[in-house]
């Protein structure tokens, strides 16, 4: 069963931010994202599974600062990567961001949707991170960690900053 934005608020992972939250707040996220996708590219090359995972935070963390930008929401545990993802899916329509996607053509080719994209990230994180029984070596190939930022992580996390600095994109 799918659960809703309401089911998650109330088991407390989703919840308004009060007043005396949201500039902290913002700048955490602000500042984990960045550090995320540089230690994922840093560790790239040495380590590209933690690339991917890196990389995957990076994604979430954009997407909870942006749910908390436009729409005052704060994320917490439990099942706080679901939450992110059912958020985006409920308030950000295709159509609020199909104009930055017609207008980026090629560079925004592997994201359809934000929940969609960051399911997806979440899901590869989940096949690197932890044994699964997709899991196939302990190791990650470079090429795949590579792929994985520049055709998913970093094309989402542009798409988010345009719609973060938008006023076409979602509203309040």
Same mark, same amino acid.
Request: without cysteine; proline residues 3%.
């Given at each position: 069963?799918?659960?809703?934005?309401?089911?998650?608020?109330?088991?407390?992972?989703?919840?308004?931010?009060?007043?005396?939250?949201?500039?902290?707040?913002?700048?955490?996220?602000?500042?984990?994202?960045?550090?995320?996708?540089?230690?994922?590219?840093?560790?790239?090359?040495?380590?590209?599974?933690?690339?991917?995972?890196?990389?995957?935070?990076?994604?979430?963390?954009?997407?909870?600062?942006?749910?908390?930008?436009? +729409?005052?929401?704060?994320?917490?545990? $439990? *099942? &706080?990567?679901?939450?992110?993802?059912?958020?985006?899916? @409920?308030?950000?329509?295709?159509?609020?961001?199909?104009?930055?996607?017609?207008?980026?053509?090629?560079?925004?080719?592997?994201?359809?949707?934000?929940?969609?994209?960051?399911?997806?990230?979440?899901?590869?994180?989940?096949?690197?991170?932890? +044994?699964?029984?997709?899991?196939?070596? $302990? *190791? &990650?190939?470079?090429?795949?960690?590579?792929?994985?930022? @520049?055709?998913?992580?970093?094309?989402?996390?542009?798409?988010?900053?345009?719609?973060?600095?938008?006023?076409?994109?979602?509203?309040?």
């Amino acid at each position: 069963m799918v659960k809703l934005i309401i089911d998650f608020r109330k088991q407390g992972t989703i919840s308004d931010l009060v007043p005396q939250q949201k500039e902290y707040y913002e700048s955490f996220l602000t500042t984990t994202y960045k550090d995320n996708v540089s230690a994922s590219e840093f560790l790239l090359i040495k380590h590209p599974r933690w690339s991917i995972i890196a990389g995957y935070y990076a994604m979430h963390d954009i997407s909870k600062l942006f749910l908390a930008k436009k +729409y005052n929401l704060r994320f917490s545990q $439990p *099942e &706080v990567h679901g939450a992110v993802i059912q958020a985006l899916r @409920e308030l950000v329509k295709r159509k609020d961001i199909l104009h930055l996607i017609e207008e980026a053509d090629l560079e925004y080719m592997e994201i359809i949707s934000l929940h969609i994209a960051l399911g997806q990230g979440k899901d590869e994180r989940e096949k690197t991170q932890y +044994y699964t029984s997709e899991t196939r070596k $302990p *190791e &990650v190939e470079i090429n795949k960690a590579s792929y994985f930022l @520049e055709k998913l992580v970093k094309p989402f996390l542009k798409l988010v900053e345009n719609l973060l600095n938008d006023s076409k994109g979602a509203a309040k």
